[in-house]
């Protein structure tokens, strides 16, 4: 078992909608993405997220992809027309969700 | 039948004026049938537009028209290459008095203009349509605009009858594309699986160089030539919708399977319902494959019927947004930074609720509660730049925290250097369906 960061092994990209964030993920290798599926739950990026308080995180697959895409409700303080932050797209959320570790065996 | 080419000039209102070039070129070089796609419209500008159409009723257009047009319009006219703009943004109609300037000013023969119409509903019947689905939250005495996101009919519409520029408001981006591939292959409205290909290779395009290298690079790991000169993209559409994604000849960037996935799903929720007006998109199944350098076919996408409404976006007075920020360096340099956050609470915190980021420590991440930061432990960074932010439904207690911020270069801790403080109003949205029989579309030559 090798603790590895996500960053190693997939790269990501956010977009935002209203309150919402999307951010895929993506598998640079096919063989990386059952790990991905296994580890890289809604609960773990819930977890991840803590931070901007998600109220719910949704995954759906694409395994043609090897990739999956996440949506994050409600992390954005209202969106680019209500959030104070710099970052009011949440752009740079998805090198966030690339600090995550997973387990490779 | 040839394959149709479609370039993207602009992915945004701001983006790069000399990006269209290289793609006009490209298309010309490499003959067939062509068009060339602007999208100028975030959905926040085209709210502002019609606060400026508001003092200058001339204007409300997309403000670097004539620059993104001026280096390509003759080669377009004389290639016979449509062009394809939500550059009309808020005045449509403006923008195509705008275009026909344009074209007397370089010699050339008066385009034929088509204007799409009817997505805009700020007027007194739009705005009475728009409550009636708005019962809670629409508030006249803030109302600015609302519009409705047409589809690509009415754009296919107006090439069929010989547009050579086709100058929309509010549509979906996608359908900036769509429109071209329907007039070409006369494609009906329930053909879905082909109209949701194309749409999806609209939404590849519609961000500009994002699908060829931009936003995605990332040194030593995901790695960009000429990023400087990056390409921006060309879609071959196929009779049955799928596409295969290139970029201009002779530049920068990157076309990869890689960068056509991270672009396939951005701004996506369910990949199974990509909802545009002219079609439900499903990119569950989608398969993505290199063929070629800088070419990448996408296909797999089906598609499902339309849904009986289109979005609405209305836009309201969201008052006034102030940051100020100061940067402290050297020993303690994050002390003093917090030291200032901490003066500036007691000044002004029972005015609005303040967000403190400290840039260089932790400014992103967090949430405007500002409870990470809080509950970090203070660092020996030695370059730290306090930002102060805050909103307020009236413009005079934004003045008087800005203020208050600019008092800490006498009145605060020591060292505070570099204070720069900015204001600018809000605009705040409600979205909202409507059945799409009651937001009829037309299309006016000018």
Redesign the interface.
């Known amino acids: 078992m090798a603790e590895i960061s996500l960053y190693d092994i997939a790269h990501a990209r956010t977009g935002d909608k209203g309150n919402h964030a999307n951010i895929s993920l993506i598998a640079y290798r096919e063989e990386d993405y059952p790990l991905l599926v296994e580890q890289v739950t809604p609960e773990v990026v819930s977890a991840h997220f803590g931070a901007r308080h998600p109220s719910a995180v949704r995954r759906y697959l694409l395994p043609h992809l090897s990739a999956m895409n996440f949506v994050l409700d409600n992390v954005l303080d209202g969106g680019v027309n209500d959030s104070l932050n710099l970052d009011m797209h949440g752009k740079s959320l998805s090198f966030h969700l690339l600090t995550l570790n997973v387990q490779r065996t | 039948m040839q394959t149709l080419a479609v370039g993207c000039g602009a992915g945004f209102s701001g983006d790069r004026v000399d990006a269209a070039i290289p793609v006009v070129k490209t298309l010309i070089a490499r003959g067939g049938p062509a068009a060339l796609m602007f999208e100028n419209l975030a959905?926040?500008t085209l709210a502002h537009q019609h606060l400026i159409r508001r003092a200058h009723p001339s204007l409300g257009y997309e403000p670097l028209l004539e620059q993104e047009l001026r280096p390509i319009l003759a080669d377009c006219m004389q290639h016979g290459i449509p062009i394809i703009g939500n550059f009309g943004a808020a005045n449509p109609q403006g923008a195509a008095q705008r275009i026909v300037q344009l074209a007397e000013q370089l010699g050339l023969p008066k385009p034929r203009i088509a204007v799409v119409q009817g997505d805009d509903l700020s007027n007194a019947q739009g705005r009475a349509l728009v409550k009636q689905h708005l019962p809670e939250g629409f508030d006249d005495a803030r109302f600015v605009c609302a519009n409705a996101y047409l589809g690509a009919f009415e754009i296919a519409q107006a090439l069929k009858e010989g547009a050579q520029i086709v100058v929309t408001g509010r549509v979906a981006d996608p359908s900036l594309l769509l429109g071209p591939a329907i007039a070409h292959y006369q494609w009906r409205a329930t053909d879905w699986d082909a109209l949701a290909g194309a749409t999806m290779a609209g939404h590849l395009l519609e961000c500009g160089a994002q699908v060829s290298g931009g936003?995605?690079a990332?040194p030593g790991?995901?790695d960009v030539p000429g990023l400087d000169n990056v390409g921006f993209p060309i879609a071959e559409i196929f009779p049955d919708g799928s596409c295969v994604v290139s970029k201009a000849d002779d530049t920068g960037g990157l076309v990869d399977c890689?960068t056509v996935?991270?672009?396939?799903?951005?701004?996506?929720?369910?990949?199974?319902a990509y909802i545009t007006p002219d079609v439900v998109a499903d990119?569950?199944?989608?398969?993505?494959e290199q063929v070629g350098a800088n070419r990448v076919r996408l296909h797999?996408v089906k598609g499902h019927p339309r849904t009986a409404t289109l979005k609405v976006l209305a836009y309201f007075d969201?008052g006034w947004?102030g940051?100020g920020e100061i940067s402290y360096a050297g020993p303690n340099a994050e002390a003093r930074a917090r030291l200032a956050m901490d003066v500036m609470q007691k000044r002004m915190g029972r005015h609005m609720p303040l967000?403190f980021?400290l840039?260089g420590i932790s400014?992103?991440?967090?949430?405007?509660q500002g409870?990470?930061l809080t509950g970090m432990p203070t660092t020996r960074a030695t370059d730290v730049r306090l930002?102060v932010?805050?909103?307020h439904a009236q413009r005079a207690p934004i003045d008087l925290l800005l203020q208050e911020l600019t008092a800490l270069w006498t009145g605060g801790p020591a060292g505070g250097g570099g204070v720069r403080v900015a204001k600018r109003q809000?605009?705040?949205?409600l979205?909202c369906l409507i059945p799409r029989e009651q937001i009829p579309a037309t299309v006016q030559f000018v």
């Open positions: 959905e926040r936003y995605f990332d790991k995901k890689r996935k991270e672009q396939l799903l951005y701004e996506v929720h369910d990949p199974a990119i569950s199944q989608a398969r993505v797999g969201g947004l940051e967000r980021d840039i400014s992103i991440l967090g949430d405007d409870r990470m930002r932010a805050a909103k809000r605009l705040s949205n979205a």
